[in-house]
């Protein structure tokens, strides 16, 4: 895999002083409605014999330890990142390396800034760069340093990671992580285990950059081939691959009632996901929220 260009967007790297965690308003994207975040517990479970992933409120957040230093996908929280990196120090050498993001919402992106007081550089396509700087109460130190357009390579702890941008599926600033030898994909939230999916077009997601992301990450994928999504349980490629199929039948789904002349209304009405109901875990009202993303895109004159 070539290796891109890689653009510093500040003159030095953080001299990798251990500074106080400061917990900071998580602001950036679509979160959700912050929990009593003294009551969260951060659970950490070994995947491979250098790789852990942390659970706590948020996003999945994944570690490769050793003694080249962290490297860390994703933040969660920033209340959250005193927890986390007492977590991350259990396991690890606690020499904080690198940071990248999945995606730029802040349930994935709130804890940034507090990761690069303590070392960290953080790397992130440019498109979420962009989105982070807009965001209201966003500060310099909290934005990636480093950015990206193509795959990425990185050799640390006797890994290969490989970063590989997801074009305009969940968001426009998606990427997949992929630590070879651990044989572990990380999707962020353009694959979760955990509810339906979710296209946020605000963000510049869209349904077909969705789909390719799901068919690269089984094209990559082998048969014991750890993926590790943005929220729910760790799976195989045969779960993303239903996934895949699941979206394909309710697009065609939706698409025929909007030829049809249905309003969205009415195609919520018509219940298309009734089947998949039980089959989805944690649905809420995400079944209707993603009949809403598909409606609108494919309403939409393209």
Known sequence: MRTAAIRFSCLALAAGAVLAVQAQP???GAA??????????IKTTQVAPNFYTL??????????????????????????SEKIATAIRAVSNG??????????????????????????????????RERLAQAAGATPAGLPMVTYDGPVTLHMNGETIELIPIPHAHTDGDTLVHFV??????????YRSLGYPNIDRANGGSLDGMLRGLARTIAMAGPNTKIIPGHGAMVDRNAVAAQRDMMLVIRDRVAKLIQQGKTQEEVLAAKVTADYDSKVTGVGTTGDRFIGQLYAELKTPK
């Open 95 to 128: 020499r904080f390396r690198f940071l990248v993001n999945t995606h730029v919402h802040g349930d994935h992106t709130g804890g940034d800034e507090n990761f690069a007081k303590l070392g960290a550089t953080i790397l992130a396509r440019t498109e979420l």
């Open 26 to 28: 998580a602001n950036r």
């Open 32 to 41: 959700p409605a912050q929990p009593d975040y003294s009551k969260v517990e």
């Open 55 to 80: 659970d706590g409120q948020g996003g999945t957040i994944g570690i490769l330890v050793g003694p080249d230093g962290v490297f860390q996908v994703d933040a969660q929280f920033a209340p959250l």
């Open 181 to 190: 030898n651990a044989d572990v994909l990380m999707t962020g939230d353009y």
